[in-house]
């Protein structure tokens, strides 16, 4: 069964301390690896997709990575205004229309 | 519109009502998804249209969840006889194409937020 892992929970930083957030997966055949931010009451905002193991995005203060198993979001230098939910997913049925999403890191940046 | 626009946006409803939940769609966008999202959970898949043809329906969670796009535009998600665990954030997405990178260029809405008490 597709899975997508995310760790930690929650996370809690004081600007300017750089950090890592962790998406684990397990599908038969990645189609590509998401990642959003997701704001109080609002929906999740689309930031990166990563297709093969090495790739590499970057934007402002993220850098997502992938590897065979697993993805980090590299977050260096955050300012209060990353803070937000930041979730990973995976393309996860047969028709790769439906994603699976993780269940999120949920960031907290104090000044 | 500019985006996504979802409504209610918030609605309380009774054990047992029925409630129904609309999503305007960015125009012209030919994929339209429906996701529900319980407190402290990532999204979890519904339904999946391509213009007024629903493709997929193997997220929904019982035969009281029931999503329509009869014009290809405008969706609606409709939970009859609700129960407490209907109680989720209900999240539309649209993308403008139904091709490979589909989900590189797909946009929420806000969300509904349904409380069954």
């Known amino acids: 069964e597709d899975q997508v892992t995310q760790s930690p929970e929650a996370l809690r930083l004081q600007e300017g301390e750089s950090s890592s957030l962790n998406c684990s997966y397990t599908v038969s055949g990645l189609r590509g690896l998401f990642w959003y931010r997701q704001d109080p009451g609002k929906g999740p905002e689309f930031l990166f997709t990563l297709y093969s193991a090495g790739e590499e995005k970057e934007k402002e203060r993220l850098k997502a990575t992938l590897t065979k198993k697993e993805s980090f979001l590299h977050i260096t230098a955050p300012k209060p205004e990353d803070s937000a939910t930041y979730l990973c997913a995976v393309p996860g049925n047969q028709a790769g229309t439906a994603l699976i999403f993780g269940k999120g890191t949920t960031l907290s940046v104090s000044s | 519109g500019a985006g996504v626009s979802q409504s209610p946006r918030y609605k309380v409803a009774k054990r047992g009502q029925d409630v129904a939940l609309r999503c305007d769609p960015i125009s012209g966008h030919v994929s339209l998804f429906w996701y529900q999202q319980a407190l402290g959970q990532g999204p979890e898949f519904l339904t999946y249209?391509?213009?007024?043809?629903?493709?997929?329906k193997s997220g929904l969670p019982s035969d009281r969840f029931f999503a329509e796009r009869p014009e290809g535009s405008v969706s609606t998600l409709k939970i009859q006889r609700t129960q407490q665990e209907d109680s989720a954030v209900y999240l539309c997405a649209s993308s403008p194409t139904r091709g490979e990178h589909w989900a590189n260029v797909l946009t929420f809405g806000a969300g509904s937020r349904l409380t069954v008490l």
């Open positions: 249209f391509q213009n007024e043809a629903q493709l997929d």
